[in-house]
């Protein structure tokens, strides 16, 4: 057992903390959530230099090839730095091509995220669909040797910038829910696709896309017809602790603003944060803070390992959604008058929380993911029941 | 980052389990859990734990430990804890540690082998009335008299007393001094004369006793560490305790056969695990559990690598009682009006142990630092908030 991070692990983490310091500053944020695009195209650039793009991309598809720990370590500094930019949807992308892409898909895009070139991004909720496969309804068609694709998406991350969406749809109505879904590599600019930009309270960029008659090859299919939704769920498994990893960012930072600015206020003649009611807010922070990370680095080692983790990814997606809410509103109390300021920086960091919170699965649905697990696990005996 | 245990240990924790699963018994796990005493049964267990050399795993070996890390002794503890118990001589287990580190080697001769072998329990002598949270307001006071203490005063919640052999006792050595310097620890006989112990008995049924020393002769051999440094010596021991006493494994024991029983259990033309409500917060409570095991594993693999650790034992306890009682609060819930049932009355769920859990989850948000003292420690030590 060894829960310290490695050399070039800490490493990575500096470096990353350092960049965002100097390249991402919140002036640029801000400026970001008014801007159309809401990602600076030199940032991207830099970040793609730096390999950042290709961490978990292997070496010979022009990657860096670290792994998942590594990748989850360089989401959390994004959190911190409140980045924008479509970086976790382009490593899902990665993750799906690495997961089930032909060896030509791979060879082809790969090189490209890993470079910086191609942008990519996930369309998987829909109007009356979330997280259930059984409510998807985004429909794909076989005419001759193409599918069409009709259908809307929603709440997909950068759409509008997207060189590549990665598209969950029905081909095929079965039984199981889970069943006759397929994967669906679709060029971004194809004419049939059109994009709304969906205003949010954090300024973040999202779309509804609308299929009308999508024309898309066969050969752009991802994985088996029919069988996409379990690839889906792998991924989907490593985006939930990426997410959960970003909200350990958002929390971190927000505690330590908090906790740097109880020590400099004065009230009454003393720090606020000499008061035990703010001492004992910031004690409740540090274990939400703490909570969150551990659970998020151990789900991720487990991801790294390979091993069945169910249980750990719900619970560290489940924990820290809900624990960075009460994070960024316990540090907004302990800003008082000035956190609310549109010009504060604690704003920011409290409407971030709440997107990163919804998006894969929040509490709730983790909640019921760790419940189903538990009753299909062996019990041990037990006394209690005797 | 490697969150695994070695084969090796994972060796152990299997051959361990198979032991526990035919040696611990649901009395045996209910003796020490339940602070009904441990008696006979507990201890004949202990001592053949003992004799397969598997206590104190990470005591050096001169003494009659393992020698190994303390892995193996949290692997014990997590095994105990899957099962509904605690080791039944634990307060042992906890001051061992301080007498390895500060005793003399007569002390440690005379002791460690006898913890390890499950010959002897202690009991904590740190609270008195007048000294509570302000542990270094106590007064019980030992004055040296040739080769003896004299130790004269009053201890209040000192809980196991009625079955250990001996008093782990915190005293005033310095007659002139006040606040933490001037205290020292003592092993105590509890046999001694002048000692008398009565019982104060707690809303759930568990026994914790006032104990009176009247001229109480206690050798100076028995001093454990230096004169005058014992809360030093405490405040280490209550950190260990943090971390062998509270542990989310036992829990997990609870919350299982808790949803065991949900999906046997109808209501209103359901089973209770088909309701939403149910799920919902029996996923709540696993979840808290499993952050819970991650926040305890990173303060036992600080323990195990010697690192030096500032609030983390402290966050394990706090999360661990405040989630006991939040699961608590969940099982009763969750059994509506049969909640209140005690365990003697007819229809009575999972035993009346969830209202048990009820009533004595309120002791470990009070002992070994209550839940207010412990965010102290989190915002001071932890965050570095400046003092009021």
């Known amino acids: 057992m060894d829960l310290s991070f490695s050399e070039s692990q800490q490493l990575l983490r500096k470096s990353a903390r350092d960049f965002f310091h100097n390249e991402c500053p919140k002036s640029l944020v801000r400026e970001m959530e008014k801007d159309e695009n809401g990602c600076p195209p030199n940032l991207w650039k830099k970040m793609a230099d730096l390999g950042w793009m290709g961490l978990i991309v292997p070496e010979k598809y022009g990657g860096v090839g670290g792994d998942y720990l590594d990748f989850v370590i360089l989401v959390e500094e994004m959190g911190r730095a409140c980045l924008p930019a479509p970086f976790l949807s382009t490593a899902l992308g990665a993750m799906f091509l690495l997961e089930e892409g032909t060896e030509e898909q791979k060879t082809r895009l790969l090189p490209r995220i890993a470079s910086g070139e191609n942008i990519f991004t996930l369309a998987l909720n ?172 151990k789900a991720a080692w487990m991801l790294s390992e390979g091993l069945p983790c169910d249980i750990e990814v719900a ?63 062996k019990m041990p005996k037990s006394w209690l029941l005797s | 980052m490697d969150f695994k245990y070695s084969e090796e240990e994972e060796r152990f924790r299997q051959e361990l389990g198979e032991f526990l699963d035919k040696e611990l018994t649901e009395e045996i796990c209910r003796q020490n859990w339940e602070d009904k005493g441990v008696w006979e049964a ?167 006793n006032e104990v009176f020393y009247d001229n109480v002769r206690v050798p100076k051999r028995r001093l454990v560490g230096e004169k005058n440094k014992g809360f030093y010596y405490v405040l280490e021991a209550i950190d260990h305790e943090r971390i062998t006493v509270f542990y989310p494994e036992l829990l997990e024991f609870t919350l299982n056969a808790l949803i065991q029983y949900c999906k046997q259990a109808r209501r209103d033309g359901h089973f209770l695990i088909e309701d939403p409500l149910v799920r919902d917060s029996l996923g709540k409570i696993a979840i808290e559990i499993e952050v819970a095991k991650a926040v305890t594993q990173r303060a036992k693999w600080m323990a195990g690598s010697h690192m030096e650790t500032t609030y983390e034992p402290t966050m394990v306890k706090l999360v661990v009682s405040e989630l006991a009682q939040r699961l608590a609060n969940t099982g009763m819930e969750i059994l509506g009006a049969y909640a209140p049932l005690a365990e003697d009355s007819k229809w009575a769920p999972l035993k009346g142990r969830i209202g048990w859990l009820y009533r004595s989850c309120l002791i470990a948000l009070i002992g070994a630092g209550t839940s207010e003292i412990d965010r102290n420690v989190l915002a001071l030590r932890g965050l570095a908030l400046p003092k009021g």
């Open chain 2, 42 to 208: 507990g201890r004949d267990f202990c001592r053949k734990l003992g004799a397969k050399g598997w206590v104190g795993m990470s005591w050096p070996k001169e003494y009659g430990g393992g020698g190994r890390s303390i892995t193996y002794d949290f692997i014990l503890l997590e095994e105990l804890g899957k099962r509904g118990s605690h080791y039944p001589l634990d307060v042992g287990l906890m001051v061992g540690n301080t007498i390895l580190r500060h005793g003399s080697t007569d002390l440690k001769k005379e002791f460690i082998p006898r913890i390890l072998k499950g010959e002897i329990e202690f009991c904590l002598g740190y609270t008195e009335p007048q000294a509570g949270s302000d542990l270094a307001s106590l007064k019980m006071s030992a004055l040296e008299d040739g080769d003896y203490y004299i130790i004269n005063g009053q201890k209040t919640f000192n809980t196991e007393c009625h079955y250990a052999e001996y008093h782990w006792l915190a005293a005033r050595t310095d007659p002139g001094s006040t606040g933490y310097k001037g205290i020292s620890l003592f092993i105590v006989d509890i046999n001694s004369p002048g000692i008398s112990i009565t019982p104060m008995w707690t809303l759930s049924g568990e026994r914790t």
């Open chain 1, 126 to 297: 829909e109007v009356e669909s979330q997280e259930d496969p059984g409510s998807i309804a985004v429909k794909a068609t076989l005419k001759g040797d193409s599918y069409l694709i009709n259908g809307i998406k929603l709440f997909v991350p950068f759409a509008h910038l997207a060189d590549w969406l990665v598209c969950v749809a029905r081909t095929a109505k079965r039984t199981s829910p889970e069943d006759g879904i397929t994967l669906f590599l679709i060029d971004g600019k194809n004419p049939g696709i059109n994009y709304v930009p969906l205003r949010t309270i954090a300024g973040d960029k999202q779309s509804e896309v609308i299929f009308n008659n999508v024309k898309v090859p066969k050969e752009n299919i991802l994985g088996q017809p029919h069988r996409g939704w379990p690839v889906a769920k792998n991924v989907l498994q490593k985006a939930a602790v990426a997410k959960a990893a970003e909200l350990v960012g958002i929390a971190q930072q927000s505690l330590e603003m908090a906790v740097s600015y109880a020590k400099e206020r004065v009230q009454f003649g003393r720090p606020i944060g000499s008061f035990q009611a703010i001492q004992h807010h910031c004690a409740n922070m540090l274990i939400d803070v703490d909570g969150s990370k551990l659970m998020t680095y």
């Open chain 1, 315 to 377: 619970a560290a997606k489940g924990y820290a959604s809900e624990a960075c809410r009460r994070v960024t509103a316990l540090a907004q109390q302990v800003f008082g008058g000035i956190g609310v300021i549109v010009d504060h920086d604690m704003p920011l960091y409290y409407t971030r929380a709440k997107v990163a919170e919804v998006a894969f699965g929040d509490a709730r649905y983790h909640r019921e993911v760790v419940i189903g697990r538990k009753l299909e696990q």
